[in-house]
């Protein structure tokens, strides 16, 4: 996300960093690069102008007073971070509960933008805080849009008010209508109203949904933006603005390399937050937008945040407290923990997306793009292919068992080898660990599966061995 | 009065441009999404301009960035197959229906493969379009396999004998490397059938510079041998299309302008060219 961005602004620095001593002149070439970096992402050029003569101002003004300071470069990186959260937005807002339920949100935007994912999304994020939502169907314009909300509905678990099967057919306003009055005599405290996508430049569509604001009167209007949208974000964000008015931004999409100018150009000229953030196509990738996060992201610093946000909800507490326990004890650390910690980085997510948080993630695009998901999955089979007493007790692992496990999962006796011999190895490392001492960082599973995969030639020998894991091994089963 | 008319009615007049002209020429360009290269590259040919004929000399600036590859549909004899790929909701659907009613409506028959079993009622959607246009839709599980589906599909369509077999696929972003090695497995167990004649890539002309990365991902994973620019009735010029056009070589060919099967047609240079300065 905001790759290309990021990595535009890190030369910038980079380069501003080799000077021992910063001139105007520096500044003027920083801005020029800053500039350049900006109009590649899509961000107006209005907001480029603006922007840069901001950070120039502030920079320049601030340059007197830096003249004896050792870091001058970060200093001026502290002031495009700071104009960056500004424009996105400052702190993040919440939504706006109504006093008398339900609180109605009401989503508009672009063809394609991502409303209706968006839709079951924003149900499942409020469902999952206590919340009892009801989406109501009023895009009754792109064919099968009412069954896909239904769908949606379906796989989050909420309600999905759609008494007209769309197509082209029905009245949407009255849906949206009749759906409130269903919202409130059946006392859902959330409504989200999903509306037809449509062009800035389309009035009568445009019409229509001013009378569906008019007719369920939101508590908030949701403007949703995909997050690799031109120049033209600009042109549309107004027409919506005037035509329909909205309260927020959402973006979708940005698991996706958009440099997310749009995101810029819209904050900066609507002056509405970006409230939510989409991350991917399965319904819990959504998340509150955190403008300093972002800012943080396009900097290349890292989003460490929203990493261990995640982290945190993935390893229940009761896990963690198990296996601190298990460690303080003096108990060993087993394969059925290890199982317990692949599973839990599963649920965190796309391993991809993880490494790219971490500071300095843009240096190693490549690597973390070509970071093989799979091989988490084949060690979890692995590990699911074993006995629990042998998870518990890796000694028993012989050679038949090995074999019956390379089989049971699919995998290479080697594979199953080489998994043994990294648990023991970080078994090893855990008990010195504990006697020595040493302060533990990470969970020591946690490496584990990303390690470069060793696979050794088997054509050393010839002779067949009577044990069936080294006699598979030998033929490269 | 368009900008482009109001630059030319200068170059005609006094050819006198003054710095303030220049600079707002730029922010037109890139506001058409054609990128600081492009943008850059046009403006300092423009600068050189001579010509009587302005108008022209400057049309035939931006239009000689267009691919030299034909701007013509493939066609085959036989059973000519198209897969349709791009990210998710630039229109690859409603194109994959815009399509089987442009050839149906010149006397082919159609059928259609509803490769995208991953979106919630996309199978339904295209189900829906094809009883419209009255073509069959071959169509599997939702979430089943999308290259059993089109191989289906292939074969139906070979055993029909039908003119034009057309793949819809599950938009996919071009970063993600799983899916993206799913498409390329798609294209494979289809060719088991028969050869794939066209891949379209379908940008929507609200995208920024993001376009260019999506059509080289794509390019090298599937081999797309033209684009279609869809969503060109807003108010976006889909100047990346041009910028593609440019670097990548890959011919637009058909463009997208409505809701409607109808509002879709063949590309046309001049009137692109001209909408992306008017």
Not at chain 1, 23 to 28: A, L, M, R, V
Not at chain 1, 305 to 328: I, Y
Not at chain 2, 183 to 212: F, H, W, Y
Request: proline content about 4%.
């Amino acid at each position: 996300m905001f790759e290309s961005l990021t990595s535009r602004f890190g030369g910038a620095f980079s380069s501003l960093r080799s000077r021992g001593k910063i001139s105007s002149s520096d500044i003027e070439t920083t801005c020029e690069e800053i500039r350049q970096a900006l109009l590649e992402s899509d961000v107006a050029l209005s907001v480029v102008e603006e922007f840069i003569e901001d950070i120039r101002k502030k920079s320049l003004d601030a340059l007197p007073t830096l003249q004896s300071g050792s870091n001058q470069a970060n200093a001026i990186f502290e002031i495009v971070n700071a104009s960056l959260i500004a424009i996105l937005g400052g702190q993040a807002r919440r939504v706006r509960f109504a006093k008398n339920p339900p609180t109605v949100i009401m989503l508009a935007g672009l063809q394609g933008a991502g409303k209706t994912t968006l839709a079951g999304k924003l149900a499942k994020f409020y469902a999952d805080q206590g919340n009892t939502p009801l989406l109501i169907a009023s895009d009754l314009q792109r064919p099968n849009a009412v069954t896909q909300l239904q769908v949606v509905g379906e796989s989050v678990n909420v309600p999905v008010f759609a008494p007209e099967l769309g197509n082209g057919q029905g009245d949407p306003v009255k849906v949206a209508k009749a759906g409130i009055e269903f919202a409130k005599s059946k006392q859902y405290n959330m409504v989200i109203v999903d509306t037809a996508g449509r062009l800035g430049v389309d009035k009568e569509l445009m019409k229509q949904a001013s009378d569906i604001r008019d007719a369920v009167n939101p508590d908030e209007i949701l403007f949703v933006v995909d997050a690799m949208m031109g120049q033209d974000a600009v042109r549309t964000s107004q027409a919506f603005l005037d035509g329909v008015g909205f309260d927020g931004v959402v973006l979708t999409k940005l698991d996706g390399d958009a440099r997310g100018g749009a995101a810029l150009s819209i904050a900066s000229m609507t002056k509405r937050p970006i409230m939510f953030a989409s991350t991917g196509e399965k319904l819990h990738e959504f998340d509150i937008f955190y403008p300093e996060r972002m800012a943080s992201r396009i900097l290349g610093l890292g989003d460490v945040a929203t990493l261990a946000e995640q982290a945190k909800k993935a390893f229940d507490t009761d896990t963690s407290a198990k296996l601190e326990a298990k460690f303080a004890s003096g108990e060993d650390f087993t394969l059925e923990d290890f199982l317990e910690q692949l599973q839990a980085m599963s649920k965190m997510g796309n391993m991809s997306k993880i490494l790219g948080m971490l500071p300095g993630a843009g240096q190693m695009k490549k690597q973390i793009e070509n970071f093989d998901e799979g091989e988490i999955i084949r060690t979890k089979a692995i590990v699911q292919s074993m006995t629990p007493a042998e998870r518990r007790e890796p000694k028993l692992l012989n050679g038949s068992r090995r074999a019956r496990i390379a089989m049971g999962s699919g995998r290479k006796v080697s594979d199953v080898n080489n998994l043994v011999d990294r648990f023991s190895a970080a078994q090893k490392m855990m008990k010195q660990v504990r006697n020595g001492g040493m302060p533990a960082g990470m969970p020591p599973g946690m490496a584990m599966p990303a390690m470069p995969k060793v696979t050794k030639p088997n054509n050393k020998k010839k002779s067949k061995s009577g044990n069936p894991a080294k006699r598979a091994l030998e033929q490269g089963l | 009065m368009g900008l482009f008319s109001k630059f030319i009615a200068k170059i005609k007049g006094t050819n006198d441009f003054s710095p303030a002209d220049w600079a707002e020429l730029e922010q037109e360009l890139l506001a058409s999404d054609l990128g600081p290269t492009l943008t850059n590259n046009f403006l300092e040919a423009a600068k050189k301009v001579k010509s009587d004929n302005a108008e022209l000399a400057l049309i035939e600036i931006l239009t000689s960035n267009l691919s030299k590859n034909s701007h013509e549909p493939v066609l085959v004899a036989g059973t000519t197959t198209i897969m349709v790929v791009g990210v998710n909701g630039t229109g690859k659907t409603t194109s994959v229906a815009k399509l089987a009613s442009y050839y149906k409506k010149s006397g082919k028959s159609v059928v259609l493969a509803a490769g995208d079993t991953f979106r919630a009622a996309a199978v339904d959607q295209l189900k829906t379009w094809g009883s419209q246009i009255g073509v069959l839709v071959v169509s599997g599980k939702d979430n089943g396999d999308p290259a059993s589906v089109a191989f289906d599909g292939a074969k139906n369509a070979h055993e029909s004998a039908s003119d034009i077999f057309i793949i819809d696929t599950a938009g996919r972003l071009h970063n993600k490397n799983d899916l993206m090695a799913e498409l390329s497995k798609v294209k494979r167990v289809v060719e088991k059938v028969s050869p794939i004649n066209e891949v379209l890539l379908v940008i929507d002309a609200t995208t920024g510079q993001n376009g260019l990365q999506q059509a080289k991902i794509f390019t090298q994973c599937v081999e797309v041998t033209g684009i279609v620019l869809t969503k060109l009735d807003g108010s976006a010029k889909g100047g990346v299309a041009l910028a593609i056009e440019a670097e990548l070589g890959i011919p637009i060919k058909w463009v997208g302008t409505g809701e409607s099967e109808s509002d879709f047609a063949l590309f046309d240079a001049q009137s692109y060219i001209k909408g992306l300065l008017s």
